[in-house]
């Protein structure tokens, strides 16, 4: 009988570090993710519409490199929101003001029930792949021994990629600023988060514990 193996989740994550909010793969590919406000296009009057347009037009014809959008859609959770307000009427003293708490809680919850409420996220994900470059390695390159000028290589390396990276970062940041978007580019932290919810979607499915 055939031993079934199981691969481990990170053979399915192509992600292979995260230093100082970059995210490197496991092909050494560099990538920064930024994220960006939205704006009612369909508000905006004719004039502000084609002034949009143009500008983006424009973003878009002076990338020399592709760029990713990511739009990160999911059903808003309602549920801490429903807890705070289930702690403040318990702790409310005027019967009149719990009475109307209640119902306005019954109201909030057959609302969401009944439509699907939305919350979405934008972001723009911006890539650099370094030249690999071989190289022939001693005898402490054939055994993977890695020496302190070796690690003094690898941190220069890296930082003149993400040189590269951030040059690319800021034609995306003046380009997009111009169409009347913000952009704050994620930390490490964030990036951790954002990935684990990415991999992880049912976490956000765990019940609230009410106090």
């Known amino acids: 009988m055939a031993k079934k193996t199981t691969k481990r989740t990170q053979e399915f994550v192509s992600v292979k570090e995260i230093r100082d909010g970059v995210v490197i793969l496991n092909d050494n590919s560099m990538v920064s993710i930024l994220m960006t406000s939205s704006l009612n296009f369909a508000l905006k009057s004719s004039g502000e519409q084609k002034a949009i347009l143009l500008q983006f037009q424009n973003f878009l014809n002076s990338l020399e490199y592709s760029v990713q959008i990511f739009v990160q859609s999911k059903r808003l959770d309602i549920r801490p929101y429903i807890a705070l307000m289930e702690n403040r009427r318990k702790e409310q003293v005027n019967e009149l003001i719990r009475i109307q708490t209640k119902e306005y809680i019954g109201f909030v919850k057959t609302f969401t029930e009944n439509v699907n409420i939305m919350s979405k996220n934008f972001f723009l994900i911006v890539n650099y792949r370094p030249a690999i470059i071989k190289t ?67 976490e956000s499915e765990k019940p609230i514990q009410l106090s």
């Open 136 to 202: 022939k390695g001693g005898i402490d390159k054939l055994f993977g021994k890695k020496t302190i000028a070796d690690k003094d290589k690898n941190k220069s390396e890296f930082e003149e990629s993400r040189t590269q990276l951030e040059q690319r970062i800021s034609v995306v940041e003046q380009g997009l600023t111009r169409t009347g978007l913000r952009m704050a580019r994620l930390g490490t932290e964030e990036v951790v988060e954002l990935l684990y919810k990415i991999y992880n979607p049912g």
